[in-house]
C-alpha cells in the first residue's frame, strides 16, 4: 500500500464521496472492505483512510465524473444497478454509499460468481442474476431506489431504462445511463443515435446532463436525468 500525503488528498468532489490522490491525478473512493481489492485496482493511504484508486478506463462512471458529471448520491442512497458484470463500478459506488444499498443485477452467471465474492466483504451490494430487461423478474428483490445506473450493451437502451424506470425509481430519483451508440446502431452517426434515446426518455424523464466519455471509452455518452 502507498502513502499519500498532502491536504490535496481529501478535497471532496461535489458531494461523492471520491477524493482526489496525488494532486489532481486520479481519483479514489475509500474502501469499505480494508486490505481488500476487486480488480487490480491500486490501494493508498490518506490521513489513516485506504483509498481505492478508480480507473477511467475501466469504469465509465468514473471517466464521466472526471468529464465534470455530477449526481446527488448520497452516503445511504439506494441504487438498482443494472449490468454489473464482475462488480469494479459497483465496488466504487459500494465505497461511497456506506449506508445504502445496491441492488446489482447482471445476466450473465460468469461475471456473477465474483460479484457474489465481491459481496462477501460488501454487506451493501445484493448480487441478482436475471435479465434488466425483464424487471418483473427481480419485483421480490428490489425496493424503490434513488437512482439507477445502467451500462449495458444491449439495442433497446433507453427501453431497458424506462421499464425499470418504471417499476423501481422513486419519483424525483435519478437515472444514471451509459449509452454505447455501436451496440444500438453502428451504422449511424453516434451523435444521432445519442440523440434518438434521449428523445425517447424524454417522454418520462428531464434529461440534465450528457457528456461523451472519450478518450477513455469510444462511442460512449454518459447521460443522467431526473425521474419527474
Ligand atoms: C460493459 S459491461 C458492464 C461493466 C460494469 N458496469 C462496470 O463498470 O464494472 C455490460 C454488462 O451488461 C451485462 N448485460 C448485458 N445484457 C444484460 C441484460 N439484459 N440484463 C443484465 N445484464 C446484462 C453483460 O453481461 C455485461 O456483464
Not at 51 to 72: D, E, T
Not at 162 to 184: D, F, H, P
Request: charged fraction near 25%; charge should be positive.
Amino acid at each position: 500500500m502507498s502513502k499519500v500525503q498532502g491536504p490535496e488528498a481529501h478535497g471532496k468532489i461535489s458531494n461523492l464521496y471520491a477524493i482526489w490522490i496525488d494532486g489532481r491525478k486520479h481519483l479514489a473512493t475509500p474502501n469499505l472492505a480494508p486490505g481488500k481489492k476487486v480488480y487490480d485496482e491500486r490501494i493508498v493511504n490518506a490521513g489513516g483512510t485506504e483509498y481505492r484508486l478508480w480507473n477511467p478506463w475501466r469504469s465509465k462512471l468514473c471517466a464521466a465524473v472526471l468529464k465534470g458529471i455530477n449526481f446527488p448520491l448520497e452516503s445511504d442512497s439506494r441504487i438498482l444497478y443494472l449490468g454489473a458484470a464482475t462488480g469494479t463500478t459497483v465496488s466504487h459506488i459500494s465505497d461511497m454509499v456506506p449506508d445504502g444499498i445496491i441492488y446489482a443485477v447482471e445476466i450473465s452467471p460468469r461475471p456473477v460468481s465474483n460479484l457474489i465474492e465481491t459481496a462477501r466483504s460488501r454487506k451493501n451490494v445484493i448480487p441478482i442474476l436475471a435479465d434488466a430487461a425483464r424487471p418483473s423478474t427481480y419485483l421480490g428483490m428490489v425496493e424503490t431506489v434513488d437512482f439507477i445506473y445502467q451500462d449495458i450493451a444491449q439495442r433497446d437502451q433507453a427501453g431497458i431504462a424506462l421499464k425499470n424506470g418504471r417499476t423501481y425509481l422513486r419519483k424525483g430519483g435519478t437515472l444514471v445511463l451509459a449509452l454505447k451508440s455501436q451496440s444500438i446502431d453502428s451504422a449511424a452517426k453516434p451523435g444521432r443515435v445519442f440523440e434518438g434515446e434521449a428523445e425517447k426518455l424524454s417522454e418520462e424523464f428531464r434529461i440534465r446532463n450528457r457528456v461523451r466519455l472519450e478518450p477513455h471509452h469510444k462511442y460512449h455518452m454518459m447521460l443522467t436525468a431526473d425521474y419527474v
